[in-house]
C-alpha cells in the first residue's frame, strides 16, 4: 500500500489482524490461548488472522484487544472532541461563509 491510494475496508482489517497476531506473538500466546482468555471462538481468531473471516464482530474484536492488553488504545481512535457538537454549531454560525468587501 503507497500512502497516496486510498484505504479500504479490506486494508484496514488486514492491517487489523496482523497486528493482532504479532501482539499475539509478542505475548507467547498459541491461538488456542487467546481463544480461552477471551471467549472468541478459535476458528474465529484463526480464520481472521488468516484474513477469511472479515467480519468479526466489534465485541469480539474488543475481548482480543482485551487479552493483548491493547484496549487502551482504542480511546487514541476517537478521542473526544475538544468541544460538545452543539457549541462547534454555535461557532460555526459565527463564521462569515464570504466575505463582502465595500466599494471604493
Known amino acids: ?35 480461552e482468555k477471551s471467549g472468541v471462538g ?11 473471516h472479515i467480519n468479526i464482530s466489534l465485541g469480539n474484536f474488543i475481548s482480543l484487544l482485551r487479552c493483548i492488553g491493547m484496549e487502551g488504545r482504542m ?10 457538537p452543539m457549541a462547534l454549531r454555535e461557532i460555526n454560525k459565527l463564521i462569515p461563509k464570504r466575505v463582502r468587501r465595500k466599494e471604493r
Open 1 to 35: 500500500m503507497d500512502s497516496q491510494s486510498p484505504i479500504t475496508n479490506m486494508d484496514i482489517l488486514d492491517i487489523l489482524a496482523k497486528r493482532i497476531k504479532e501482539y499475539r506473538l509478542a505475548a507467547r500466546m498459541s491461538q488456542r490461548e487467546l481463544a
Open 42 to 52: 478459535y476458528t474465529t481468531i484463526s480464520h481472521f488472522e488468516q484474513g477469511k
Open 75 to 84: 480511546l487514541e481512535l476517537l478521542p473526544e472532541l475538544p468541544l460538545p
